[in-house]
């Protein structure tokens, strides 16, 4: 009778393994995409619907790494966080949680190292711009005509030569720019706004939503909040300036997320 009572146990033992490696993992949420609110300061969270059979009871919401909220919908608004961040959402039930969706981000990419000159230097290189798809930056001549959709500011005195003091400029103003040394062509340039901060380049979260003009004067050490034609929001240090030979060192910050104006790095 103990041989046949251990083999009962032993019998039970195997059935309890073979249920749980029986047992199916939750499905991971797919398709998680994020964009900018209406607001420009929150960020939707869009994901599809877990498999009906799972009976997913919601969603948490995790932001760096930290669930933050859960939510029973397949959208969920993070609103007006004031940082950037990692994000990622997961379906749960009473005792099970399944693993995180594909991360999604709204950190900027920030560059530094940048030197430009003003538009009157000959034969350097004035514009500067950022790829949407990755937010890294670039120097490119405004004498080269294919270059124009590509560049999102430059800096001028608005006279001959480089001597006076600087602005920073949407492209769009370069036509009639009295300084413009071989410009290539009167069109295709993009309509860039700019805001003066109160901010320091480092001390900045949010950028406003309003009040961009088409150039801001500049002054050595000032952040410029930066709209680009395509509705991304970018940040720009004016680091040095050099009257002598028109050199620009500048540092950046820009947004891959469309119309989301957090800057917070």
């Not at 059935?15 to 964009?35: Q, W, Y």
């Not at 039930?93 to 190292?113: F, M, R």
């Not at 380049?201 to 909040?225: H, K, M, Q, S």
Request: proline letters at 3%.
């Amino acid at each position: 009778m103990k041989k046949l009572l251990v083999s009962g146990f032993m019998l039970a033992f195997l059935l309890i393994i073979v249920g749980c490696g029986d047992e199916e993992a939750l499905t991971i949420p797919a398709n998680f995409t994020i964009s900018a609110a209406a607001d420009e300061i929150s960020v939707v969270l869009d994901w599809d619907p877990s498999p009906a059979d799972e009976d997913v009871e919601g969603y948490y919401i995790h932001f760096n790494s930290v669930i933050v909220d859960s939510t029973a919908n397949e959208t969920y608004t993070h609103t007006d966080p004031q940082e950037t961040g990692t994000y990622n959402v997961s379906a749960y039930t009473a005792d099970d949680e399944s693993e995180l969706s594909v991360t999604q981000s709204t950190i900027p990419v920030v560059e530094t190292g940048w030197e430009l000159y003003e538009i009157g230097v000959a034969g350097e290189e004035s514009g500067f711009g950022w790829d949407v798809t990755d937010g890294t930056g670039a120097i490119y001549s405004m004498a080269d005509e294919t270059l124009a959709g590509s560049i999102d500011l430059y800096f001028t005195d608005w006279a001959a030569g480089y001597g006076g003091d600087y602005e920073i400029s949407s492209p769009d103003r370069a036509p009639s720019d009295p300084g413009a040394q071989n410009l290539a062509g009167t069109t295709g340039w993009r309509l860039t706004g700019f805001a003066l901060l109160a901010a320091n380049f480092d001390d900045v979260t949010v950028l406003p939503t309003t009040g961009y003009f088409d150039y801001e004067d500049v002054a050595i050490n000032a952040a410029y909040g930066v709209y680009t034609e395509d509705g991304h929001y970018g940040l720009v240090e004016v680091q040095s300036v050099s009257q002598a030979t028109g050199l620009v060192q500048i540092r950046t910050a820009f947004q891959t997320l469309a119309g989301l104006a957090i800057l917070e790095h």
